[in-house]
Protein backbone atom coordinates (compact mmCIF):
# COMPACT_ATOMS: atom_id res chain seq x y z
CA UNK A 1 0.00 0.00 0.00
CA UNK A 2 1.63 3.54 -0.64
CA UNK A 3 1.53 5.83 1.89
CA UNK A 4 -0.94 8.56 1.46
CA UNK A 5 0.67 11.38 -0.02
CA UNK A 6 -0.31 15.13 2.17
CA UNK A 7 -0.06 18.39 1.20
CA UNK A 8 3.03 20.02 1.60
CA UNK A 9 2.01 23.49 2.80
CA UNK A 10 -2.01 25.22 3.78
CA UNK A 11 -1.45 27.20 0.93
CA UNK A 12 -0.80 24.46 -1.09
CA UNK A 13 -4.22 22.93 -0.57
CA UNK A 14 -5.65 26.21 -0.84
CA UNK A 15 -4.42 26.25 -4.27
CA UNK A 16 -5.47 22.99 -5.51
CA UNK A 17 -8.88 23.11 -4.57
CA UNK A 18 -8.89 27.06 -5.38
CA UNK A 19 -7.58 25.79 -8.72
CA UNK A 20 -10.70 23.70 -9.60
CA UNK A 21 -12.82 25.44 -8.36
CA UNK A 22 -11.50 29.06 -10.33
CA UNK A 23 -11.99 28.21 -13.89
CA UNK A 24 -14.19 28.33 -16.87
CA UNK A 25 -16.91 28.28 -14.19
CA UNK A 26 -16.56 31.98 -12.98
CA UNK A 27 -14.80 33.36 -16.37
CA UNK A 28 -16.60 32.43 -19.05
CA UNK A 29 -20.26 30.76 -18.01
CA UNK A 30 -20.67 32.99 -15.97
CA UNK A 31 -20.97 36.27 -18.06
CA UNK A 32 -22.65 34.01 -20.73
CA UNK A 33 -25.01 32.43 -18.15
CA UNK A 34 -26.14 35.82 -16.74
CA UNK A 35 -26.21 37.25 -19.78
CA UNK A 36 -28.62 34.76 -21.21
CA UNK A 37 -30.82 35.14 -17.83
CA UNK A 38 -31.02 39.24 -17.11
CA UNK A 39 -27.98 40.42 -15.77
CA UNK A 40 -27.96 42.04 -12.23
CA UNK A 41 -30.99 39.11 -10.63
CA UNK A 42 -29.17 36.22 -12.14
CA UNK A 43 -26.24 37.91 -10.07
CA UNK A 44 -27.82 38.34 -7.05
CA UNK A 45 -29.78 34.49 -7.08
CA UNK A 46 -26.43 33.48 -7.47
CA UNK A 47 -24.90 35.09 -4.35
CA UNK A 48 -27.77 34.12 -2.33
CA UNK A 49 -27.37 30.52 -3.37
CA UNK A 50 -23.14 30.82 -3.31
CA UNK A 51 -23.45 31.76 0.53
CA UNK A 52 -26.72 29.58 2.15
CA UNK A 53 -26.05 26.35 -0.39
CA UNK A 54 -22.77 26.47 -1.92
CA UNK A 55 -20.46 27.19 1.04
CA UNK A 56 -21.95 24.72 3.47
CA UNK A 57 -21.99 22.04 0.73
CA UNK A 58 -18.33 22.92 0.12
CA UNK A 59 -17.49 22.23 4.06
CA UNK A 60 -19.80 19.30 4.15
CA UNK A 61 -17.25 17.75 1.55
CA UNK A 62 -13.51 19.10 3.31
CA UNK A 63 -15.83 17.25 6.45
CA UNK A 64 -16.15 13.57 4.43
CA UNK A 65 -12.71 13.75 2.82
CA UNK A 66 -11.40 14.47 5.87
CA UNK A 67 -12.64 12.09 7.69
CA UNK A 68 -12.31 9.35 5.84
CA UNK A 69 -9.11 10.39 3.99
CA UNK A 70 -9.73 8.30 1.04
CA UNK A 71 -10.66 8.86 -2.72
CA UNK A 72 -14.74 9.66 -4.14
CA UNK A 73 -15.87 6.34 -4.04
CA UNK A 74 -14.04 4.75 -0.98
CA UNK A 75 -14.94 8.07 1.51
CA UNK A 76 -18.14 6.63 1.26
CA UNK A 77 -17.26 3.12 2.20
CA UNK A 78 -15.15 3.90 4.76
CA UNK A 79 -18.01 6.04 6.26
CA UNK A 80 -20.66 3.89 5.82
CA UNK A 81 -19.40 0.80 4.89
CA UNK A 82 -22.24 -1.70 3.49
CA UNK A 83 -24.67 0.68 2.00
CA UNK A 84 -25.34 2.26 -1.14
CA UNK A 85 -24.09 5.48 -0.38
CA UNK A 86 -20.53 5.02 -2.55
CA UNK A 87 -22.96 5.83 -5.22
CA UNK A 88 -22.42 9.01 -5.08
CA UNK A 89 -18.64 8.56 -5.61
CA UNK A 90 -19.46 7.20 -9.29
CA UNK A 91 -22.32 9.77 -10.07
CA UNK A 92 -19.46 12.28 -9.10
CA UNK A 93 -16.96 9.83 -11.67
CA UNK A 94 -19.73 10.06 -14.69
CA UNK A 95 -20.57 13.77 -14.25
CA UNK A 96 -16.74 14.37 -14.02
CA UNK A 97 -16.68 12.47 -17.20
CA UNK A 98 -19.07 14.16 -19.47
CA UNK A 99 -18.36 17.70 -17.73
CA UNK A 100 -14.61 17.36 -19.16
CA UNK A 101 -15.77 16.11 -22.17
CA UNK A 102 -17.33 19.54 -23.50
CA UNK A 103 -14.89 21.43 -20.91
CA UNK A 104 -12.23 20.45 -23.26
CA UNK A 105 -13.89 22.23 -26.07
CA UNK A 106 -13.71 25.31 -24.47
CA UNK A 107 -10.37 24.83 -23.46
CA UNK A 108 -9.73 24.13 -27.03
CA UNK A 109 -11.07 27.78 -28.08
CA UNK A 110 -8.65 29.56 -25.54
CA UNK A 111 -5.27 27.34 -27.24
CA UNK A 112 -7.13 28.83 -30.95
CA UNK A 113 -7.43 32.03 -29.90
CA UNK A 114 -3.49 31.97 -28.40
CA UNK A 115 -2.18 30.38 -31.48
CA UNK A 116 -4.05 33.46 -33.45
CA UNK A 117 -2.81 35.97 -31.66
CA UNK A 118 1.29 34.53 -31.54
CA UNK A 119 0.55 34.08 -35.68
CA UNK A 120 -0.39 37.31 -35.87
CA UNK A 121 -3.72 36.92 -37.92
CA UNK A 122 -5.81 38.71 -35.18
CA UNK A 123 -4.10 42.32 -35.68
CA UNK A 124 -5.84 43.75 -39.03
CA UNK A 125 -9.49 42.93 -37.43
CA UNK A 126 -11.94 45.76 -36.98
CA UNK A 127 -13.98 45.46 -33.79
CA UNK A 128 -17.27 44.15 -35.27
CA UNK A 129 -14.88 41.46 -37.18
CA UNK A 130 -13.43 39.07 -34.08
CA UNK A 131 -17.09 37.80 -33.73
CA UNK A 132 -17.36 36.81 -37.20
CA UNK A 133 -13.88 35.31 -37.24
CA UNK A 134 -14.22 33.42 -34.22
CA UNK A 135 -17.68 31.92 -35.21
CA UNK A 136 -16.09 30.75 -38.43
CA UNK A 137 -13.01 29.33 -37.25
CA UNK A 138 -14.67 27.33 -34.44
CA UNK A 139 -16.77 25.85 -36.90
CA UNK A 140 -14.17 24.22 -38.69
CA UNK A 141 -14.05 20.41 -37.26
CA UNK A 142 -10.32 20.02 -37.42
CA UNK A 143 -9.86 23.26 -35.67
CA UNK A 144 -12.11 22.23 -32.74
CA UNK A 145 -11.20 18.48 -32.68
CA UNK A 146 -7.99 19.66 -32.91
CA UNK A 147 -7.62 22.18 -30.35
CA UNK A 148 -10.07 20.32 -27.56
CA UNK A 149 -7.53 17.46 -28.45
CA UNK A 150 -4.52 19.12 -27.13
CA UNK A 151 -6.45 20.68 -24.21
CA UNK A 152 -7.15 16.78 -22.93
CA UNK A 153 -3.78 15.67 -24.27
CA UNK A 154 -2.11 18.36 -21.63
CA UNK A 155 -4.61 17.16 -19.14
CA UNK A 156 -3.86 13.95 -19.12
CA UNK A 157 0.20 14.10 -19.13
CA UNK A 158 -0.66 16.23 -16.21
CA UNK A 159 -2.80 13.25 -14.21
CA UNK A 160 -1.07 10.57 -15.80
CA UNK A 161 3.01 12.00 -14.29
CA UNK A 162 0.95 13.02 -10.98
CA UNK A 163 2.40 16.42 -11.12
CA UNK A 164 -0.07 18.03 -9.34
CA UNK A 165 2.77 19.24 -6.96
CA UNK A 166 4.63 20.93 -9.39
CA UNK A 167 1.51 22.85 -10.76
CA UNK A 168 0.66 24.25 -7.07
CA UNK A 169 4.02 26.12 -7.43
CA UNK A 170 2.84 27.87 -10.75
CA UNK A 171 -0.70 28.59 -9.08
CA UNK A 172 1.14 30.92 -6.77
CA UNK A 173 2.24 32.71 -9.87
CA UNK A 174 -0.52 32.74 -11.96
CA UNK A 175 -3.55 33.43 -9.19
CA UNK A 176 -2.41 36.77 -9.19
CA UNK A 177 -1.00 37.31 -12.52
CA UNK A 178 -5.35 36.74 -13.30
CA UNK A 179 -6.13 39.17 -10.85
CA UNK A 180 -3.61 41.65 -12.57
CA UNK A 181 -4.60 41.50 -16.56
CA UNK A 182 -7.97 41.19 -15.32
CA UNK A 183 -7.80 44.59 -12.91
CA UNK A 184 -5.96 46.28 -16.46
CA UNK A 185 -9.31 44.68 -18.54
CA UNK A 186 -11.95 46.39 -16.07
CA UNK A 187 -10.39 49.67 -16.31
CA UNK A 188 -10.51 49.52 -19.85
CA UNK A 189 -13.47 48.20 -20.23
CA UNK A 190 -15.51 50.66 -17.50
CA UNK A 191 -14.00 53.85 -19.04
CA UNK A 192 -15.39 53.02 -22.59
CA UNK A 193 -18.22 54.72 -24.20
CA UNK A 194 -21.77 53.55 -22.72
CA UNK A 195 -19.84 51.67 -20.30
CA UNK A 196 -22.66 52.55 -17.76
CA UNK A 197 -25.28 50.57 -19.45
CA UNK A 198 -23.38 47.27 -18.71
CA UNK A 199 -22.91 48.08 -15.02
CA UNK A 200 -26.49 48.65 -14.75
CA UNK A 201 -27.08 45.37 -16.33
CA UNK A 202 -24.93 43.92 -14.05
CA UNK A 203 -25.77 45.26 -10.94
CA UNK A 204 -28.82 46.31 -11.33
CA UNK A 205 -31.28 43.58 -10.27
CA UNK A 206 -34.41 43.83 -12.71
CA UNK A 207 -36.83 41.35 -10.73
CA UNK A 208 -39.18 40.87 -13.75
CA UNK A 209 -36.47 38.67 -15.38
CA UNK A 210 -36.66 36.25 -12.73
CA UNK A 211 -38.11 33.15 -13.97
CA UNK A 212 -37.88 29.25 -13.04
CA UNK A 213 -35.28 28.69 -15.46
CA UNK A 214 -33.38 31.95 -13.94
CA UNK A 215 -33.23 29.94 -10.76
CA UNK A 216 -32.19 27.15 -11.56
CA UNK A 217 -29.43 28.40 -14.11
CA UNK A 218 -28.19 30.14 -11.15
CA UNK A 219 -28.02 27.56 -8.69
CA UNK A 220 -26.66 24.95 -11.37
CA UNK A 221 -23.31 28.35 -11.73
CA UNK A 222 -23.00 28.11 -8.21
CA UNK A 223 -22.67 24.17 -8.08
CA UNK A 224 -20.56 24.84 -11.01
CA UNK A 225 -17.79 27.54 -10.27
CA UNK A 226 -17.47 25.75 -6.85
CA UNK A 227 -17.01 21.95 -8.44
CA UNK A 228 -19.73 20.99 -6.05
CA UNK A 229 -21.46 17.85 -5.66
CA UNK A 230 -19.09 15.61 -7.67
CA UNK A 231 -16.85 14.62 -5.08
CA UNK A 232 -13.51 16.62 -6.05
CA UNK A 233 -13.47 18.33 -3.05
CA UNK A 234 -14.46 15.05 -1.24
CA UNK A 235 -10.81 13.98 -2.87
CA UNK A 236 -8.75 16.85 -2.42
CA UNK A 237 -9.36 17.54 1.21
CA UNK A 238 -8.97 13.63 1.84
CA UNK A 239 -5.25 14.56 1.88
CA UNK A 240 -5.34 17.12 4.16
CA UNK A 241 -3.56 16.91 7.85
CA UNK A 242 -5.25 17.90 10.72
CA UNK A 243 -4.39 20.97 11.33
CA UNK A 244 -6.13 22.89 8.25
CA UNK A 245 -8.77 25.08 9.21
CA UNK A 246 -11.54 23.77 7.29
CA UNK A 247 -14.09 26.61 7.63
CA UNK A 248 -11.53 29.18 6.89
CA UNK A 249 -10.58 27.32 3.75
CA UNK A 250 -13.93 27.03 2.10
CA UNK A 251 -14.83 30.81 2.84
CA UNK A 252 -11.57 31.87 1.22
CA UNK A 253 -12.32 29.50 -1.66
CA UNK A 254 -15.81 30.91 -2.17
CA UNK A 255 -14.72 34.78 -1.56
CA UNK A 256 -11.89 34.34 -4.44
CA UNK A 257 -14.67 32.46 -6.65
CA UNK A 258 -17.19 35.07 -6.13
CA UNK A 259 -14.30 37.63 -7.01
CA UNK A 260 -13.47 36.63 -10.26
CA UNK A 261 -17.06 36.22 -11.20
CA UNK A 262 -17.43 40.12 -10.59
CA UNK A 263 -13.85 41.12 -12.41
CA UNK A 264 -15.28 38.75 -15.10
CA UNK A 265 -19.23 40.38 -15.35
CA UNK A 266 -16.94 44.23 -14.89
CA UNK A 267 -14.73 43.00 -17.76
CA UNK A 268 -17.59 41.76 -20.08
CA UNK A 269 -20.56 43.71 -19.88
CA UNK A 270 -19.45 47.24 -20.04
CA UNK A 271 -17.95 46.22 -23.46
CA UNK A 272 -21.23 44.47 -24.72
CA UNK A 273 -23.16 47.36 -24.14
CA UNK A 274 -20.39 49.83 -25.33
CA UNK A 275 -19.80 47.87 -28.43
CA UNK A 276 -23.56 47.16 -29.12
CA UNK A 277 -23.19 43.42 -28.71
CA UNK A 278 -25.96 40.90 -27.74
CA UNK A 279 -25.35 40.06 -24.30
CA UNK A 280 -27.50 36.87 -24.21
CA UNK A 281 -25.16 35.34 -27.37
CA UNK A 282 -24.72 32.41 -24.76
CA UNK A 283 -21.18 30.23 -25.15
CA UNK A 284 -19.17 32.15 -27.65
CA UNK A 285 -20.11 35.49 -25.65
CA UNK A 286 -16.43 35.95 -23.93
CA UNK A 287 -14.77 34.87 -26.91
CA UNK A 288 -16.41 37.47 -28.73
CA UNK A 289 -16.23 40.44 -26.64
CA UNK A 290 -12.39 39.90 -25.37
CA UNK A 291 -10.47 40.70 -28.47
CA UNK A 292 -12.12 44.06 -29.01
CA UNK A 293 -11.77 44.91 -25.53
CA UNK A 294 -8.03 44.30 -25.92
CA UNK A 295 -8.02 45.86 -29.75
CA UNK A 296 -8.80 49.04 -27.67
CA UNK A 297 -5.75 48.94 -25.11
CA UNK A 298 -2.37 50.02 -26.31
CA UNK A 299 0.06 46.55 -26.55
CA UNK A 300 -3.60 45.32 -26.64
CA UNK A 301 -2.34 41.78 -28.50
CA UNK A 302 0.31 41.30 -25.66
CA UNK A 303 -1.92 41.38 -22.56
CA UNK A 304 -4.15 39.59 -24.68
CA UNK A 305 -1.66 36.67 -24.68
CA UNK A 306 -0.80 37.01 -21.44
CA UNK A 307 -4.75 36.78 -20.04
CA UNK A 308 -5.40 33.51 -22.44
CA UNK A 309 -2.26 31.96 -20.85
CA UNK A 310 -3.51 32.57 -17.41
CA UNK A 311 -7.20 31.46 -18.33
CA UNK A 312 -5.55 28.81 -20.21
CA UNK A 313 -4.14 27.52 -17.16
CA UNK A 314 -7.22 27.66 -14.83
CA UNK A 315 -9.23 25.95 -16.95
CA UNK A 316 -6.05 23.57 -17.11
CA UNK A 317 -6.05 23.32 -12.85
CA UNK A 318 -9.98 22.58 -12.82
CA UNK A 319 -9.72 19.95 -15.44
CA UNK A 320 -6.90 17.60 -13.94
CA UNK A 321 -9.20 17.50 -11.11
CA UNK A 322 -11.94 16.29 -12.87
CA UNK A 323 -9.45 13.33 -14.42
CA UNK A 324 -7.84 13.05 -11.55
CA UNK A 325 -10.83 11.86 -9.32
CA UNK A 326 -11.99 9.23 -11.52
CA UNK A 327 -8.54 8.25 -12.66
CA UNK A 328 -7.91 8.29 -8.16
CA UNK A 329 -10.87 5.77 -8.03
CA UNK A 330 -9.29 3.34 -10.69
CA UNK A 331 -5.95 3.47 -10.12
CA UNK A 332 -6.11 3.36 -6.14
CA UNK A 333 -2.51 5.14 -5.62
CA UNK A 334 -0.49 2.66 -7.77
CA UNK A 335 1.28 5.03 -10.09
CA UNK A 336 1.79 2.51 -12.98
CA UNK A 337 -2.09 1.84 -13.14
CA UNK A 338 -2.25 5.36 -12.99
CA UNK A 339 -0.61 6.56 -15.95
CA UNK A 340 -2.59 3.49 -17.78
CA UNK A 341 -6.22 4.78 -16.68
CA UNK A 342 -5.26 8.29 -17.35
CA UNK A 343 -4.81 7.81 -20.68
CA UNK A 344 -7.57 5.49 -21.53
CA UNK A 345 -9.65 7.12 -19.58
CA UNK A 346 -8.75 10.70 -21.31
CA UNK A 347 -9.00 9.33 -24.65
CA UNK A 348 -12.47 8.22 -23.83
CA UNK A 349 -13.47 11.62 -22.36
CA UNK A 350 -12.45 12.80 -26.00
CA UNK A 351 -14.44 10.26 -28.57
CA UNK A 352 -17.59 11.18 -26.36
CA UNK A 353 -16.42 15.05 -26.36
CA UNK A 354 -16.39 15.22 -29.80
CA UNK A 355 -19.79 15.77 -31.04
CA UNK A 356 -19.52 18.71 -28.47
CA UNK A 357 -16.78 20.22 -30.17
CA UNK A 358 -18.89 19.73 -33.84
CA UNK A 359 -21.80 21.60 -32.66
CA UNK A 360 -20.82 24.92 -33.64
CA UNK A 361 -20.09 23.55 -36.77
CA UNK A 362 -21.25 20.27 -38.97
CA UNK A 363 -24.02 19.70 -36.48
CA UNK A 364 -25.20 22.70 -35.34
CA UNK A 365 -28.59 22.08 -36.85
CA UNK A 366 -28.81 18.77 -34.39
CA UNK A 367 -30.88 19.81 -31.37
CA UNK A 368 -32.02 17.41 -28.78
CA UNK A 369 -34.77 18.99 -26.73
CA UNK A 370 -34.43 22.08 -27.89
CA UNK A 371 -30.70 22.25 -27.38
CA UNK A 372 -27.35 21.87 -29.26
CA UNK A 373 -25.71 18.57 -28.45
CA UNK A 374 -23.19 21.01 -26.45
CA UNK A 375 -26.00 23.12 -24.78
CA UNK A 376 -27.79 19.73 -23.77
CA UNK A 377 -24.08 18.23 -22.02
CA UNK A 378 -23.36 21.37 -20.33
CA UNK A 379 -27.15 21.55 -19.25
CA UNK A 380 -27.13 18.07 -18.20
CA UNK A 381 -24.50 18.20 -15.96
CA UNK A 382 -25.03 21.89 -14.32
CA UNK A 383 -28.67 21.49 -14.51
CA UNK A 384 -29.41 18.36 -13.34
CA UNK A 385 -26.45 15.62 -12.27
CA UNK A 386 -24.57 18.22 -10.31
CA UNK A 387 -27.48 19.75 -8.00
CA UNK A 388 -28.42 16.05 -7.62
CA UNK A 389 -25.31 15.31 -6.49
CA UNK A 390 -25.29 18.36 -3.88
CA UNK A 391 -28.42 17.06 -2.68
CA UNK A 392 -27.18 13.39 -1.87
CA UNK A 393 -24.27 14.78 -0.22
CA UNK A 394 -25.94 17.20 1.73
CA UNK A 395 -28.32 14.38 3.11
CA UNK A 396 -25.13 12.02 3.64
CA UNK A 397 -23.27 14.91 5.36
CA UNK A 398 -26.00 15.96 7.52
CA UNK A 399 -28.26 12.55 8.05
CA UNK A 400 -25.74 9.79 7.76
CA UNK A 401 -22.57 11.04 9.04
CA UNK A 402 -22.68 11.73 13.28
CA UNK A 403 -23.24 15.40 14.01
CA UNK A 404 -21.16 14.66 17.34
CA UNK A 405 -18.09 13.42 15.04
CA UNK A 406 -18.58 16.38 12.55
CA UNK A 407 -18.12 18.72 14.99
CA UNK A 408 -15.02 17.04 16.55
CA UNK A 409 -13.57 16.94 12.75
CA UNK A 410 -14.41 20.50 11.78
CA UNK A 411 -12.95 21.92 15.09
CA UNK A 412 -9.42 20.20 14.34
CA UNK A 413 -7.39 23.36 12.95
CA UNK A 414 -10.49 25.46 13.32
CA UNK A 415 -12.23 27.35 16.83
CA UNK A 416 -15.57 27.33 15.57
CA UNK A 417 -18.02 28.01 17.79
CA UNK A 418 -20.60 25.86 18.53
CA UNK A 419 -23.47 28.29 17.39
CA UNK A 420 -22.09 28.53 14.11
CA UNK A 421 -21.65 25.26 13.93
CA UNK A 422 -25.39 24.45 14.70
CA UNK A 423 -26.32 27.26 11.69
CA UNK A 424 -24.20 24.87 9.42
CA UNK A 425 -25.57 21.90 9.94
CA UNK A 426 -28.44 23.11 9.89
CA UNK A 427 -28.39 24.91 6.46
CA UNK A 428 -26.53 21.52 5.10
CA UNK A 429 -29.84 19.18 6.64
CA UNK A 430 -32.78 21.04 6.23
CA UNK A 431 -32.27 24.18 3.71
CA UNK A 432 -29.65 22.54 1.27
CA UNK A 433 -32.09 19.83 0.35
CA UNK A 434 -35.39 21.44 0.62
CA UNK A 435 -34.06 24.23 -1.68
CA UNK A 436 -32.66 21.84 -4.52
CA UNK A 437 -35.61 20.10 -4.26
CA UNK A 438 -37.99 22.74 -4.60
CA UNK A 439 -35.48 24.30 -7.33
CA UNK A 440 -35.56 21.19 -9.59
CA UNK A 441 -39.47 20.84 -9.00
CA UNK A 442 -40.14 24.62 -9.81
CA UNK A 443 -38.25 23.99 -13.28
CA UNK A 444 -40.83 20.61 -13.44
CA UNK A 445 -43.41 22.86 -13.56
CA UNK A 446 -44.86 21.24 -10.09
CA UNK A 447 -45.77 24.51 -8.25
CA UNK A 448 -47.86 25.99 -10.98
N1 LIG B 1 -15.27 24.69 -10.95
C1 LIG B 1 -14.77 24.48 -12.26
C2 LIG B 1 -14.89 25.77 -13.05
O1 LIG B 1 -15.48 26.70 -12.63
C3 LIG B 1 -15.51 23.39 -12.96
C4 LIG B 1 -15.50 22.09 -12.22
C5 LIG B 1 -16.69 21.51 -11.85
C6 LIG B 1 -14.31 21.45 -11.92
C7 LIG B 1 -16.71 20.29 -11.20
C8 LIG B 1 -14.33 20.22 -11.27
C9 LIG B 1 -15.52 19.64 -10.93
O2 LIG B 1 -14.40 25.88 -14.13
Redo the contacts with the bound molecule.
Keep these: MNQREHFATKIGFILAAAG ?7 IWKFPYTAGQNGGGAFLLIFLLFTIILALPLLLGEFSIGRTAQQDAVRSFKKIAPNSGWYWIGILGMVT ?1 FI ?1 LSFYSVIGGWIITYLVKVADGSLLHLGAAEYAEAFGKTISNPYISVGSQFVFLFITIIVVAKGIQKGIEKTSSIMMPALAILFIILIIRAVTLDNAIAGMKFLFVPDFSKITSKTILNAMGQSF ?4 LG ?1 S ?1 MITYSSYLPKNVNLPKSASSIVGMNILVVIFAGLAIFPAVFSFGMQPDAGPVLLFNVLPTIFSQLPFGMIFFAAFLLVFLFA ?1 LT ?1 AF ?2 LEIIVAVISKGDSHKRRKWSWIIGMAIFIVGIPSALSYGVLADITIFGKSIFDLADFTVSNVLMPFGALLIALFVSWKMKKTALYEEIKQGSNMRKGVFHTWFFLIRYVAPILIVAVMLDVLGVWK
Excluded: D
Excluded at 20 to 26: E, H, P, Q
Design positions: SAIGLGACLFTLSVVASSM
